[in-house]
């Protein structure tokens, strides 16, 4: 039996949400993650919900660089409320942020009319070889960010990689 070995690399999707990670409920958003990362040729490794806390997003965060995944990415908590906290853990994380991405992101996601895109405060860059990518929490965002995150990704994870040439 042959198996169809991923070509973009492995994932894992950390969903932010209080209310999911504190009633054991399941989220929406991380299967529909799943699913188009899959779709672009991602093995996802796990999906790990968080309350919106820095020490835990932190934690799920060094944990998926520490593991080897190519690509983490974060759904929820990247607005301006107080419990808005992943970019704030995000940056302790990150060894350098790739502003053009984070930029690209909210200006595709304001364009599409995902009003949570374009006031995201999420940020993308690279811990180690791990592209680390903050995602707006609304299935709008999410389909957008996804489709203007992909080519970018995989280029980055190509150049992190060391196959892009």
Known sequence: MEIDVPVAGRAL?????????????SSSTGPLVTELLNEAGFLV?????????????RNALNTAVIGGVDLVI???GTGVSPRDVTPDATADV?????LGI???LRSSGLAAGALDAGLSR???GVSGSTL??????SR???RDGMATLTPLATHVIGELSGLAE
């Open 122 to 124: 999420g940020l993308v």
């Open 74 to 76: 974060s759904v929820g």
């Open 140 to 142: 709008a965002a999410i």
């Open 102 to 104: 984070s930029e690209a």
């Open 94 to 98: 990150l060894d350098r942020e790739l």
């Open 13 to 25: 999707v950390v969903i932010v949400d209080d209310r999911v990670a504190h009633t054991d409920g």
């Open 132 to 137: 680390v990518v903050n995602l707006a929490a």
């Open 45 to 57: 490794d796990a999906t790990v919900l968080v309350a919106a806390d820095e020490v835990e997003i």
